[in-house]
């Protein structure tokens, strides 16, 4: 099952402010749990995530900077917050605030990722929207993925350094301006 046979309609739909999305996955990101709004809003069931990659939902206009910031930062066992615009099964979008930490068993191995979305302030999805579409076209601009990503890797880099700060801080900061 893959979203890659998926065409995206342009059709954002949205979830209530106070509730919030629920994931768990494996090491490796297959997805381990699902909470019920996870499923109604992607539009998969239950049985078709489980097992799954957690990026069968995710949107093509999705820069792979962000992931592989999101996945380094998960793999040195920190936490990490994040703009995501996720795809539906039925090829809609809806945006989210991820937070994303690492998960321990009793004997405090590590065992997998928590993630908890919540629907994101509509002025910071505008801009979030403006500065992925940027990085995606800088992604696509080079002959091979790999190229892509440095360069958008680069981009993000460059734009936090002229904001003089981390990815965490900049995240944190769009939250307090708005």
């Not at 078709?48 to 820069?63: A, D, F, S, T």
């Not at 629907?119 to 579409?133: G, H, L, S, T």
Request: aromatic share 10%.
């Amino acid at each position: 099952m893959s979203q890659n046979n998926i065409t995206p309609t342009g059709k954002e739909i949205f979830f209530p402010k106070d509730d919030i999305i629920v994931s768990k996955t494996d090491l490796k990101g297959k997805l381990t749990y699902t909470n019920v709004l996870f499923e109604t809003i992607s539009g998969y069931s239950r049985a078709e995530l489980l097992g799954q990659p957690h990026n069968i939902i995710r949107h093509p206009e999705m820069p792979r900077c962000i992931f592989k910031l999101l996945w380094d930062t998960l793999k040195q066992q920190q936490e990490i917050f994040a703009y995501v615009v996720n795809l539906c099964k039925n090829g809609d979008h809806y945006w989210v605030l991820a937070h994303v930490v690492p998960t321990y068993d009793l004997m405090e191995n590590h065992v997998g990722y928590h993630s908890s979305r919540r629907c994101p302030d509509r002025q910071i999805v505008r801009k979030m929207a403006e500065f992925y579409r940027e990085t995606i076209q800088i992604e696509k601009s080079h002959h091979s993925p790999k190229e892509g990503l440095q360069a958008s890797s680069d981009h993000l880099t460059n734009y936090l350094s002229q904001q003089n700060m981390s990815y965490g801080e900049y995240i944190f900061s769009l939250n307090v301006a708005a």
